[in-house]
């Protein structure tokens, strides 16, 4: 993963689709909590099982948060999502898709910055173990798009997180997969780069793990289909998105609370 030259995220689909607005409500807080300014938590935040959310250029969205909500709802956990970009802003929906050289270079730079991976993990990681010291036995992860970048890469050592999940990551790599330590759920869309699934999952069917782990294709869906691309007026994408909550959610149970 180059962070240094011209380009950092060369995932086509992922610089392509623009977001989609939704009305829903999230049910959780934004406050400060442990080294972040802002973290959306969600669910009873004296549960064992904690999860750490990490979302995708947009920040905060509403579709994100709901899936949050679904996944604290359903597991009895506390789900937080920080602001990983702090003290600077998410990428702004609607500079998105960029159609002028400026904003091409703006969105690139953003991933040099702002979204620079090796710094996302590095504050993932030290969240996390912030986390197992304020109460968590049992810690999971999992990351959108640019977020499933930073959160398979987490999954390197078994400190601090337990299992990690990535849905329709951008920069998909199969060395990510073979550093990985912990169990993992990947799902993706019909954007991802096949090869480098297939690669990931040979990888992973041959951890002394690989009965946890879980995967899933959805042939049908666009990259961003179950965070802030997420068009849930239209049935197919409601029916996925719930689908990949579902899954997310029966693994997590499987990893952290079996």
């Not at 977001?19 to 934004?30: E, L, N, R, W």
């Not at 004296?46 to 899936?67: A, L, M, R």
């Not at 937080?80 to 960029?98: G, N, R, V």
């Not at 601090?160 to 329709?168: C, E, I």
Request: charged share 25%; aromatic share 12%.
């Amino acid at each position: 993963m180059t962070t240094s030259s011209n380009v950092h995220n060369t995932n086509e689909a992922c610089c392509s689709i623009p977001p989609v607005q939704s009305d829903y409500a999230p049910k959780g807080t934004i406050k400060q909590y442990g080294s972040f300014n802002k973290v959306y938590i969600t669910g009873p935040e004296k549960s064992e099982t904690k999860i750490v959310c990490v979302f995708d250029i947009f920040g905060f969205f509403p579709q994100t948060q709901q899936g949050a909500d679904i996944v604290a709802g359903a597991l009895n956990a506390t789900v937080y999502m920080p602001d990983f970009f702090e003290p600077d802003a998410p990428f702004p929906a609607e500079k998105f898709p960029p159609k002028t050289d400026k904003d091409k270079a703006d969105l690139q730079a953003f991933f040099g910055g702002p979204a620079s991976p090796p710094k996302a993990i590095e504050k993932l990681t030290t969240f996390g173990r912030f986390l197992k010291t304020d109460g968590a036995k049992t810690l999971g992860a999992y990351g959108f798009c640019w977020g499933g970048k930073v959160t398979i890469s987490a999954g390197a050592t078994p400190d601090p997180f337990n299992s990690v999940a990535v849905v329709h990551p951008a920069m998909l790599s199969a060395a990510d997969a073979e550093k990985l330590t912990v169990p993992l759920a990947i799902y993706i869309s019909k954007d991802e780069p096949i090869d480098e699934y297939d690669k990931i999952l040979q990888i992973i069917r041959k951890k002394p793990f690989a009965a946890k782990c879980d995967h899933k294709k959805y042939a049908n869906m666009f990259h961003g289909f179950a965070a802030a691309r997420a068009d849930l007026t239209k049935e197919d994408n409601r029916k996925e998105f719930e689908d990949v909550y579902a899954k997310l959610i029966r693994f997590f149970r499987n990893t952290l609370q079996s």
